[in-house]
Nanobody
């Protein structure tokens, strides 16, 4: 089992920045790839970005490229999502997901609200 806790969400103005954290506990964190997803009211969950177990491979959703950066610190069992140049359409609940093979775990999410 892996327990994930997201934090760092909040209210920010358009053009501002936030850094979300996904802290993990439980089984060996470094073996898991981590993905970030988001879900706005009335919309499907959307892929934001992901990072491989060793940080060597990164992938982003099209609307996030150049604005969002995923990183990880395996010594701290934490993955980060740095979000810059935020837009109102980035408003959503942000979730992290740990996966390895057939295993997959979700956090409870953290709310990000971008006001214009």
């Amino acid at each position: 089992q892996v327990q994930l806790v997201e934090s760092g969400g909040g209210l920010v103005q358009t053009g501002g920045s936030l850094r979300l954290s996904c802290a993990a506990s439980g089984r060996t964190f470094s073996r898991y790839a981590i993905g970030w997803f988001r879900q706005a009211p009335g919309k499907e969950r959307e892929f934001v970005g992901s990072i491989s177990w060793n940080g060597g491979y990164l992938h982003y959703g099209d609307s996030m490229k150049g604005r969002f950066t995923v990183s990880r610190d395996n010594a701290k069992n934490t993955v980060y999502l740095q979000m810059n140049s935020l837009k109102s359409e980035d408003t959503a609940v942000y979730f992290c997901n740990a996966h390895h093979g057939l295993e997959g775990y979700w956090g409870q999410g953290t709310q990000v609200t971008v006001s214009s």
